[in-house]
């Protein structure tokens, strides 16, 4: 009951479309000025247009708001630390899988989701 409530019981495939929208949502972030931080609309559109444009299950706002809060934190911290350029390094030109910072994210995801 305890991981229903509050996570940790995710199918694969929902785990890597978190991960997938967590680098997504972050890189939306770094093409704007930092500290990062969006509007609810503006975080809404980037949403919708996300599930439609990757054709993911919509998994509900808690879901996708758990995921940004978390991909803003992260962002933030990697700016105020100056290594935004690590991010980058992980998601392009494709989502590196294997690299260390994915695999973090991926591993604290799968305990909150």
């Given at each position: 009951?305890?991981?229903?409530?509050?996570?940790?019981?995710?199918?694969?495939?929902?785990?890597?479309?978190?991960?997938?929208?967590?680098f997504a949502?972050?890189?939306?972030?770094?093409?704007?000025?930092?500290?990062?931080?969006?509007?609810?609309?503006?975080?809404?559109?980037?949403?919708?247009?996300?599930?439609?444009?990757?054709?993911?299950?919509?998994?509900?706002?808690?879901?996708?708001?758990?995921?940004?809060?978390?991909?803003?934190?992260?962002?933030?911290?990697?700016?105020?630390?100056?290594?935004?350029?690590?991010?980058?390094?992980?998601?392009?030109?494709?989502?590196?899988?294997?690299?260390?910072?994915?695999?973090?994210?991926?591993?604290?995801?799968?305990?909150?989701?």
């Open positions: 009951m305890f991981s229903k409530l509050f996570g940790g019981n995710a199918s694969p495939e929902k785990v890597n479309d978190a991960v997938s929208y967590f949502f972050s890189l939306n972030l770094l093409k704007k000025d930092g500290p990062y931080n969006l509007s609810e609309s503006e975080k809404y559109d980037f949403r919708n247009n996300y599930i439609l444009k990757e054709k993911i299950d919509n998994y509900g706002i808690g879901f996708f708001s758990k995921i940004e809060l978390e991909s803003t934190n992260f962002t933030n911290h990697h700016f105020s630390q100056n290594t935004s350029h690590q991010i980058k390094d992980c998601c392009e030109p494709t989502l590196n899988q294997d690299s260390p910072i994915t695999l973090e994210v991926k591993n604290y995801l799968e305990s909150i989701i």
